[in-house]
């Protein structure tokens, strides 16, 4: 028996969800339906267990297109993804440190955001240093200013400035202990302002350019380029320029919190999961959209966290061509930000957080635990895409948000 249900759109698209025992709001599934029914997304489309509302494109959704690409299917945070490594240490390194250690991170890597991201702001760079400045110009610079000579709306106020930076939302940094006590380091973080901007901007010019076409759209944030046209390779290219920058951010952010701290990094695990990929499924080859969605092909490694507090699954892939090999990318949503913080009292919040170093104040309420689906519920419903390697629980979290 197959582990996924089978919804039909309006006009006969198709979806597979890996829903069993985890619930979909009726928002998304309108959504998913309506991208379902676009004429050039082919064979269908998958929806993970951590589904939930997203702008235009839900949440947990895995696109394949043939002929066209809808940049609301990528998102704005392009390239957000995760990174764990592995090191030599145990618990009892740090059992009785963790307050240092958080202050260590936090020192380490900027985080938050301040100052409406203008001048000052604490989340980026007032002035990038040396090592990250030729980062960037060995591997950016040049793309970047072709792109945004070509396309000046892509241009963002901070570009290089957000290398090795952390972030606000969902974004985290977290100290973990697998089932041996053994000491990981896991982060969540993406393309940041760079990618951000050139979501933005390319959704736009899909929505001018469907409007100039006289096309009629279920939702305008489903607006799409044409293969064949100058704006889609241009898109293609700018979603490769921002994956490669979500990367490296997360690496350099990596290499940071290991200068600071005395332990030796054993092995790591690298995913994308808001991105594009150009891949064959079924025979056709296709543009595949993955957002909130990671690659678990056969035997890959992939990181699933649950939310601030909860734990995180190192995983394995089982390729299960039904989902275009993918699986989820965390627990998903369970409520919006701001019904979290009506919601979730701050009490609850933080007993929520009992045991785990963090900033548990109300400036973190919509990322509490009580927001996110069910960790164990998503996995469950998940067992023909991925097999659990470890489970890891956190001591420590980092947490950037808005002042």
Excluded at 228 to 253: C, H, P, S, W
Aim: hydrophobic share 40%; charged share 20%.
């Amino acid at each position: 028996m197959p582990n996924f249900n089978e919804i039909l759109a309006p006009a006969g698209g198709l979806i597979k969800a890996w829903n069993n025992g985890v619930a979909f709001e009726d928002v998304a599934i309108a959504q998913l339906k309506n991208v379902a029914d676009m004429e050039f997304v082919k064979p269908y489309v998958a929806a993970m267990p951590d589904t939930h509302w997203g702008m235009g494109c839900t949440v947990g959704s895995v696109v394949p297109t043939v002929g066209a690409i809808m940049p609301a299917c990528v998102g704005v945070d392009i390239g957000c993804g995760m990174m764990a490594v592995l090191t030599n240490a145990y618990k009892e390194t740090f059992a009785n440190h963790l307050p240092a250690l958080r202050t260590a991170i936090e020192q380490a890597v900027p985080h938050g955001r301040t100052n409406d991201g203008k001048p000052g702001d604490r989340g980026a760079w007032g002035e990038l240093p040396s090592d990250l400045e030729q980062v960037w110009k060995d591997h950016f610079e040049e793309r970047y200013e072709k792109l945004c000579a070509k396309h000046p709306g892509a241009r963002s106020r901070n570009s290089k400035q957000h290398l090795g930076t952390l972030g606000t939302g969902n974004h985290f940094i977290e100290v973990s202990l697998d089932e041996q006590d053994r000491v990981w380091f896991v982060l969540h973080s993406g393309s940041r302002g760079l990618g951000n901007r050139i979501g933005t901007y390319f959704t736009k010019l899909a929505q001018a350019n469907c409007k100039a076409a006289d096309i009629e759209l279920a939702d305008p944030n489903l607006a799409y380029l044409n293969a064949g046209t100058e704006d889609y390779d241009d898109y293609i290219e700018a979603l490769k320029l921002a994956q490669d920058f979500a990367l490296v951010n997360r690496r350099i952010m990596m290499f940071s919190i290991f200068n600071v701290v005395q332990m030796e990094w054993v092995r790591s695990i690298e995913c994308h999961h808001n991105y594009m990929s150009q891949e064959n499924h079924f025979g056709q080859d296709v543009i595949l959209t993955r957002k909130g969605a990671v690659d678990a092909s056969l035997n890959k490694m992939v990181i699933i966290p649950g939310s601030m507090g909860a734990r995180t699954y190192i995983a394995r892939g089982l390729g299960n061509p039904d989902s275009f090999h993918s699986c989820s990318h965390g627990a998903g949503r369970a409520m919006g930000r701001k019904a979290a913080e009506r919601t979730i009292t701050l009490a609850d919040h933080q007993a929520s957080l009992t045991g785990i170093e963090c900033h548990s104040g109300s400036e973190t309420i919509d990322e509490s635990p009580a927001a996110y689906k069910p960790i164990d519920a998503v996995m469950a419903a998940q067992t023909d895409l991925v097999e659990k390697v470890h489970e890891l629980r956190q001591i420590v979290n980092v947490k950037g948000w808005e002042k």
